[in-house]
């Protein structure tokens, strides 16, 4: 067994809400250890000391860097650490190996040594992360508020007759001004005051909920508009778009090696699927699902009113196709544009895109 001096450790961690599971290998695939620590900065700092005791903590695989494993993360990364993200094993591996937290945890630190797992998590300690706070909060606001209008049509229809024709033929905005006016009393004790005092409850957290959409929306305006200008100023993004695509790139855009891993990344490069004599590719259903919509209202909205989109659309009906296979190449298109505004170029790269303009 070689010296602690001289052993290159690879930690796996299996994350939970409450302990973590850690096991250490060495440079040859050899288990050193493992470890259980609560999921406190305390219990970072044991297992980092554990690692470090038994040698020089080369990287750390963990599994659920953006849930469960968010603080050991971050804690890792700031110490210099080098963090690499790990899917959980695949069915077929578990039904052959077994499931145990011990077996998760030496699985990842076996992914990261074999080079299966390389994605580098999101740092998620910047304003990309401020931004998905925000954006959590809104999308339950906004199916709450929903939730609150179609129940308030609900009650609508089984109301009293006298009550129903008030309210049944309003629109929704005016409808919710006249059902908060109600005076039901302190004491209602009739199938229509209960009516009125149920509807008018409901009402009033519609009112609350869309003032509540308001602020946040103030929010992610101004936090998107100085995290992305560029993408801000293009025509056609707004700040609910351009913060999916934020959300999905995360606080570290270097992460992401190239266009092409941000086009897989949102679910749009297509996938090969060629066996044989027979060659072709199949749909992306994988990736970021929100910045793939995001994607798909960009190039739905460019069809509508873009002179170069909709010259481009023109052009594959008449090569036959569809209208949803045009969106799917449009949105491929748009990942090359919006990447060159996401992710910073090096001086390196610069340096070489205009050698090749000058060349060109």
């Known amino acids: 067994m070689p010296s602690s001096s001289s052993t290159s450790v690879t930690l796996g961690v299996d994350t939970h809400a ?25 219990g970072y700092a044991s297992l980092e000391g554990w690692a470090t005791s038994l040698g020089t903590v ?29 899917n959980r094993p695949d069915r077929q591996t578990r039904r052959r190996r077994g499931k145990s937290d011990v077996v998760d945890a030496e699985a990842a630190a076996r992914a990261v040594q074999a080079g299966t797992a390389t994605a580098t998590p999101k740092s998620g300690d910047g304003a990309i992360e401020m931004i998905r706070a925000l954006r959590v909060a809104r999308r339950s606001a906004m199916k709450a508020r929903t939730q609150a209008v179609n129940q308030l049509k ?3 229809i089984t109301a009293p007759d006298a009550l129903r024709g008030d309210v049944r033929r309003l629109h929704r905005a005016e409808l919710i001004r006249t059902v908060t006016r109600w005076r039901p009393g302190a004491e209602p004790d009739t199938l229509m005051t209960v009516t009125k005092l149920a509807m008018k409850s409901i009402a009033h957290r519609y009112q609350q909920l869309d003032e509540e959409i ?14 992305a200008p560029d993408l801000m100023a293009v025509k ?3 700040a ?36 044989g004599k027979t060659s072709r590719h199949r ?20 069809m509508a ?38 992710v910073p170029r090096s001086p390196v790269q610069l340096t070489s895109c205009q050698d090749l303009t000058t060349a060109a």
């Open 154 to 156: 609900a009650l609508i």
């Open 18 to 42: 409450d302990v973590h599971v850690a096991a250490a290998l060495d440079q040859l695939g050899r288990r050193l250890g493992t470890l259980v620590i609560p999921s406190t900065p305390n």
């Open 236 to 238: 056609g993004l707004g």
């Open 240 to 275: 609910e778009t351009v913060a999916a695509l934020l959300i999905a790139v995360g606080d570290n855009p270097g992460r992401l090696r190239s266009e092409s891993a941000f086009a897989h990344l949102c679910g749009v490069a297509p996938i090969p699927a060629s066996s």
């Open 58 to 86: 080369e990287q750390v695989g963990l599994e659920g860097t953006g849930c469960y494993g968010a603080g050991l993360s971050r804690w890792m990364r700031q110490r210099g650490h080098r963090v690499v993200e790990v």
């Open 214 to 227: 308001t602020e946040l929306d103030r929010h992610l305006q101004r936090l998107v508009g100085q995290a």
């Open 283 to 302: 749909l992306n259903r994988g990736g970021d699902r929100q910045a793939n919509h995001a994607l798909y209202m960009i190039a739905v909205s460019r």
């Open 305 to 342: 009113w873009e002179p170069r989109t909709r010259a481009y659309v023109a052009r594959r009906t008449a090569e036959g196709k569809t209208k949803t296979e045009i969106i799917r190449c449009l949105k491929r298109h748009i990942v090359r544009e919006v990447y060159r505004l996401l």
